[in-house]
């Protein structure tokens, strides 16, 4: 099992529910989307420039660095230095983050947590109560491509109960080295290699990658009786695994008429979703997405009894023996 990244402030449950899910094509419909976290009441903490403990070795962006002890008091404010300065997509808060890092203590450099050994990147929101504050205030405004090294104290990470899981205690510093790879937000779209769509009778899948919705051509044909799933856009990420959770845009419709049932696209949110969970919501999306590569652009086509079934969500569009039919952009692996 994956284990969990010690960052995690607040753990949302994240799942798509699509039960109970509206005709609004606009809708987002509660789609498990990523959580808005409400504003903090506290204004933003003060951000120096040190002290910060030296990268003794691993210094390039990707190497697993080596951090000194730090010396003498560390300050008392949020100490944020630009070791690598990127030219990427420029971070926002809110914003998805993928990205290696390493942490450790200030006083003993002893290393609590780091991503490189697990060669794994670290996948959060950079939202108040999904990560701890010294990183979402330290990492807003920095470009993808950048590494960044912070002083983390006790107030902006564990506060004064510090995380006996990691042997941090509650006056501890935290110094960090962060690696910050991609991100994401809700304008993001798969940019994989177009695939040809050359069946008929299925739907056709716009191929846009500019975080719009894909316009999606639903034959006025009998839908197939077996579960389909396509690449509209193939990407070169590692292949999902049944046990993992997906950060996406998707988009649900009905066979009958292409109505549009829920759909992340134009919500101002992105999803994400355990493909174990989602098994006992719509088996045939879990199995669908499943096996397909992150950066992808995905058709799936549920049959009813992968779907809902005779338990069709009540109020909505989908009906009794409904055909599904989505497009999921597959943005990275949580």
């Known amino acids: 099992m994956r284990r969990r990244s010690l960052l995690l402030a607040a753990v949302p449950a994240g799942l798509v529910t699509l039960a109970g899910c509206g005709d609004d094509s606009s809708d987002s419909g509660g789609a498990g989307a990523s959580p808005s976290p409400s504003a903090s009441s506290a204004p933003p903490p003060k951000i120096v420039d040190g002290p910060l403990p030296a990268v003794t070795a691993g210094t390039r962006f990707g190497e697993k660095p080596t951090v000194a002890k730090g010396t003498g008091e560390p300050s008392k404010n949020l100490a944020v230095k630009t070791l690598i300065a990127g030219s990427g997509r420029t971070i926002a808060e809110n914003d998805f983050i993928r990205a290696d890092y390493l942490g450790q203590i200030w006083s003993t450099a002893k290393v609590?947590?780091?991503s490189y050994d697990r060669k794994r990147p670290l996948v959060m929101q950079l939202a108040q109560g999904s990560i701890i504050d010294g990183w979402r205030y330290a990492l807003a405004g920095k470009k993808t491509g950048s590494r960044v090294q912070i002083a983390v104290?006790?107030?902006?990470?564990?506060?004064?109960?510090?995380?006996?899981?990691?042997?941090?205690?509650?006056?501890?510093?935290?110094?960090?080295?962060?690696?910050?790879?991609?991100?994401?937000?809700?304008?993001?779209?798969?940019?994989?290699?177009?695939?040809?769509?050359?069946?008929?009778?299925?739907?056709?899948?716009?191929t846009d990658t500019d975080g719009q919705v894909p316009k999606v051509t639903v034959p006025r044909t009998d839908p197939p009786k077996k579960l389909v799933s396509a690449y509209v856009l193939e990407g070169d990420g590692p292949e999902l695994k049944a046990d993992q959770t997906v950060l996406c845009q998707f988009q649900g419709l009905v066979w009958d008429g292409g109505k549009t049932f829920q759909r992340t696209y134009g919500s101002g949110r992105l999803s994400q979703f355990g493909l174990e969970q989602m098994r006992q919501a719509v088996k045939g999306l879990a199995e669908g997405l499943t096996g397909k590569k992150v950066g992808s652009r995905v058709l799936i086509v549920v049959p009813s009894e992968l779907g809902y079934g005779d338990n069709p969500p009540s109020g909505g569009v989908i009906k009794k023996g409904s055909t599904l039919v989505f497009t999921v952009d597959i943005l990275a692996v949580m």
Do not use: H, M, R, W
Request: aromatic residues 8%; glycine residues 12%; hydrophobic residues 35%.
């Open 112 to 114: 609590f947590d780091n």
């Open 153 to 206: 104290p006790p107030a902006l990470g564990y506060g004064k109960q510090g995380n006996a899981q990691a042997g941090i205690k509650g006056t501890d510093t935290l110094v960090f080295v962060i690696d910050l790879i991609e991100s994401y937000n809700s304008k993001s779209s798969a940019q994989g290699k177009q695939v040809p769509q050359t069946d008929a009778a299925l739907p056709k899948v716009g």
